[in-house]
């Protein structure tokens, strides 16, 4: 599936092939030198998981929406380029603009359907992502246009529209949070958001005090972050997700020792 999706003969690194094969969890951080396709990794890994995974229950527990999140402009159309041409070469892309058409065209199971890229971009959307909630589909953002929807004030998006993107973007997605270093607070905007994700205090009745309640939404989110110069303290930003900076810091996803010491794990041949 990799060397399809490249167009290329080209072998998935060890790091990219372990994130996508290696257990039903999804680790929160990704710490791998830059010119090594952590682009590549997060997207078509979370496309093996989706579609390609023997196993039908990781499949399943795999979020139907990828939310590629970017704090600049440049490499918001850089990504966007990349994953429609691995899509394409995968012969599962749909051109967003037609997708009402090539989407009703047949009514089949998830894992058939093609897949749309999605830019929201500079103040505007390019086209209507929320219209088939249901299909797979991957967005590709700046960090203004995708957390102010998740916050429920989608910028330059009318008011009648906050709750739905709001709901959308808060359920069965997969974040992808890259060059964090580059994302001021929307980084701890990121991580506050997953800890309300994974638990909120909700009252049971309206007299009743709140408690904490794990997994509230429909569908759960995962979230991964993702740097070449990671640094622990950059996690300890959001007050409710800084009591497991030291888990989610040691479980971070890492080169092998044999990678970082091979010339040809640090070729910068892939797409960053």
């Not at 790091?15 to 830059?34: C, F, K, N, W």
């Not at 850089?78 to 070469?89: I, M």
């Not at 953002?141 to 709750?163: C, K």
């Not at 890259?178 to 909120?200: C, F, K, P, V």
């Amino acid at each position: 599936m990799f060397r399809r999706a490249m167009g290329e003969e080209i072998s998935p690194l060890p790091y990219q092939e372990r994130l996508a094969i290696e257990g039903r969890a999804v680790p929160s951080l990704l710490d791998v030198p830059t010119g090594l396709g952590k682009t590549a990794a997060a997207i078509l890994g979370w496309l093996w998981r989706r579609r390609f995974e023997p196993e039908q229950a990781v499949r399943d527990d795999t979020p139907r929406r990828l939310v590629y999140c970017l704090p600049m402009r440049v490499l918001v159309e850089q990504t966007y380029q990349e994953a429609g041409k691995w899509l394409k070469n995968l012969s599962l892309w749909t051109d967003p603009e037609q997708q009402s058409a090539a989407w009703t065209k047949d009514d089949i199971d998830h894992g058939q359907h093609p897949i749309a890229t999605h830019l929201l971009l500079g103040g505007e959307e390019k086209s209507d992502w929320a219209l088939w909630p249901e299909r797979d589909s991957i967005l590709v953002g700046t960090q203004d246009m995708l957390l102010s929807r998740a916050l429920n004030r989608g910028y330059s998006a009318g008011r009648a529209r906050w709750p739905l993107e709001f709901g959308l973007l808060n359920n069965d997605c997969f974040w992808v949070f890259d060059e964090i270093q580059l994302m001021n607070t929307g980084l701890a905007t990121s991580l506050q958001l997953d800890a309300w994700r994974r638990s909120l205090f909700l009252r049971k009745m309206p007299s009743s005090f709140p408690v904490a309640t794990p997994n509230h939404g429909p569908k759960p989110c995962q979230s991964l972050w993702m740097s070449a110069t990671m640094a622990r303290h950059w996690l300890q930003s959001a007050v409710d997700w800084a009591p497991q900076v030291h888990e989610k810091w040691e479980e971070r996803h890492l080169l092998s020792d044999v990678e970082r010491t091979d010339p040809q794990f640090r070729s910068g041949q892939l797409f960053e």
